[in-house]
C-alpha cells in the first residue's frame, strides 16, 4: 500500500489543521493506522492510532483532548484532526500502516510509511 499525507501548513497558536492520509493500492481497511511525527533533531514520536474498523483508539498524552484520528475506510483515507495547536506540536507529521491485529505505539510494528508533511505553529 501506498500512503500520502497531506494538509499540512502553518498556523498560529491556538490555531487548527486537518492532516490527511490517503491510501491506494490496497484498502486501507487492512491496517491499523497511526499518525507519528519528528520535530527537527529529536527522534520521531506516536501521536495516535486507531484500529481497522476505527473502534479503538490512542493518544499520547500531550496531544490528548485536541487532537483526534478518524478513518473513513470507504475513501481509503485516514485523519488527524488537530485543534489548539501549540509550537512544540511543530514537526513533520507522518502517517503509517500496521497489519498487526492490535494497535501499537511502537513505530517498528508499521509496515509502511507515507513521505511526512510539514506542520508548523508560531506563537
Known amino acids: 500500500v501506498q500512503l500520502q499525507a497531506s494538509g499540512g501548513g502553518s498556523v498560529q497558536a491556538r490555531g487548527s489543521l486537518r492532516l490527511s492520509c490517503a491510501a491506494s493500492?490496497?484498502?486501507?481497511?487492512?491496517?491499523?493506522m497511526a499518525w507519528f511525527r519528528q520535530a527537527p533533531g529529536k527522534e520521531r514520536e506516536f501521536v495516535s492510532v486507531?484500529?481497522?474498523?476505527?473502534?479503538?483508539?490512542d493518544y499520547r498524552d500531550s496531544v490528548k483532548g485536541r487532537f483526534t484520528i478518524s478513518r473513513d475506510n470507504a475513501k481509503n483515507t485516514v485523519y488527524l484532526q488537530m485543534n489548539s495547536l501549540l509550537p512544540e506540536d511543530t514537526a513533520v507529521y507522518y502517517c503509517?500502516?500496521?497489519?498487526?491485529?492490535?494497535?501499537?505505539?511502537?513505530?517498528?510494528?508499521?509496515?509502511?510509511w507515507g513521505q511526512g508533511t510539514q506542520v508548523t505553529v508560531s506563537s
Open positions: 503509517a500502516g500496521s497489519s498487526a491485529s492490535i494497535i501499537y505505539r511502537n513505530p517498528q510494528y508499521y509496515d509502511y
Open positions: 493500492g490496497r484498502t486501507v481497511s487492512s491496517y491499523a
Open positions: 486507531i484500529s481497522r474498523y476505527g473502534g479503538t483508539t
